[in-house]
């Protein structure tokens, strides 16, 4: 079945430091995929997505590139702040069923130092 | 654009009571809903699938009987947890899908249940 690996966390940059989080996946057809981001205690935010190979997905200085041939969609920002401390999650969606479900990856926790 | 809401934010209730948890879609038409829930430091589960005027679709190993779904409109899902207990505390995350977007969800800001 479908599926999205997501590096393990935590990560602990310290500020303007460059970002990566790796983000692969499995999946039958040409899913969507997208990058959300989680505070403490509140919901998921939607960060960035891309709906089909080569699509760079932008927002906040943070980009991803759907990467059929490496079926990846790594994150990246190449300044981090204090501010960007969260968990970020990785997901793909297509249609299983009819149903459009989502497929989150496990989430990698992030830490900006001052 | 594309808001949803829950209600409430945060519930704490006695072991065996029920508790309700409302999902709106505040400016768009949700014709399919999903209820996740969230463990600490983990990722979102997915429940249940909700789709307006139908029987809610579990996911395998989820009890349909506790967790009662309810999808009686384009705009409100209620998730009600009967019979409580300790172990049912967790984040409780909703997100419905615009009918002209085919793909993305849209989430709401979550449920935090405690049970005592």
């Known amino acids: 079945g479908d599926s999205v690996t997501q590096m393990e966390g935590p990560v602990t940059l310290s500020e303007e430091a460059f970002l990566t989080i790796n983000c692969t996946y499995t999946?039958?057809?040409?899913?969507?995929l997208f990058w959300y981001v989680q505070y403490p205690g509140e919901g998921l935010q939607l960060l960035l997505k891309a709906t089909k190979a080569d699509d760079k997905g932008s927002n906040k200085g943070f980009e991803a590139t759907y990467r059929k041939e490496t079926t990846s969609f790594h994150l990246e920002k190449g300044s981090v702040q204090v501010s960007d401390s969260a968990v970020y999650f990785c997901a793909l969606s297509g249609v299983t069923s009819g149903t459009y479900k989502y497929i989150f990856g496990t989430g990698t926790r992030l830490k900006v130092l001052a | 654009g594309a808001v949803v809401s829950q209600h409430p934010s945060r519930v704490i209730c006695k072991s065996g009571t029920s508790v309700k948890i409302e999902c709106r879609s505040l400016d768009f038409q949700a014709t399919t809903m999903f209820w996740y829930r969230q463990f600490p430091k983990q990722s979102l589960m997915l429940m249940a699938t909700?789709?307006?005027?139908?029987?809610?679709?579990?996911e395998q190993g989820v009890e349909k009987d506790k967790f009662l779904i309810n999808h009686a409109s384009l705009t409100l899902s209620t998730l009600t947890v009967t019979s409580a207990h300790p172990e049912d505390s967790s984040f409780y995350i909703c997100s419905a899908r615009d009918r002209t977007l085919s793909y993305e969800q849209y989430f709401g800001p979550g449920t935090r249940l405690t049970v005592t």
């Open positions: 909700s789709n307006e005027g139908s029987k809610a679709t579990y």
């Open positions: 999946a039958t057809g040409y899913p969507s």
